[in-house]
């Protein structure tokens, strides 16, 4: 397929079409992309050789445009001396130079108007261009998040993950019943009686003293 028309069928696809239609977009967009780039190479080698010719013909047109009024100052020399025949002769020549730079003008036209061609599809090849590498980073964009919601999905549905979270809800539990022993442990003496308690008997204690005493005395008297 020549460049011209590759880059025409290129700077016409419909990207979104094409991607929608593709078994795989990412490869698609993948392979549009080189497909642009390699033509964009081959539009600026075309595009160097137009302007080293158009430089060329440039030089060419400089050269016989003296040549051209080199013999128009010749044969109006020759026709002050009086020299018609020489004149003429100069003319002739003159109008030979000046065909060669007629055809040489109208080979610079036809390039400029090739050139600003290949600047005009140059510029709306670099505006799809830009237009699919915009695609290629969305494409990998969604994909990736696609494949961490995936990740993240499967890992929230996971039997496993489900079972270590009982085994910690249970594990849990059990530190809660130790941790209840230890405060269970601290308000008591060791033998398994309150503080409580041992206050209660010791209040018991001084009053049975006390009415011991009581007794005491009383019978001493």
Sequence with gaps: MGMFSRMSDIVQ?????MLDKAEDPEKVIRLIIQEMEETLVEMRSVAAKYLAEEKYLDRQAEKLQKDVDGWMAKAELAMDKGKDELARAALVQKNAFSDKLAAIESQKVQLTEMLSGIQEDTGRLHAK??????KQKSLVARKQ?????????SVTHSEQIESAMARFDSYEQRIEHLEAQVDAYDV?????QSLEAQFKALETSDAIDAELAAMKKKRAA
Aim: charged share 25%.
């Design 188 to 192: 008591t003496d060791g033998s398994g």
């Design 129 to 134: 261009l830009a237009e699919a590498r915009q």
């Design 145 to 153: 998040n696609a494949g961490v919601r995936l990740k993240a999905r």
């Design 13 to 17: 696809a419909n990207i979104n079409a």
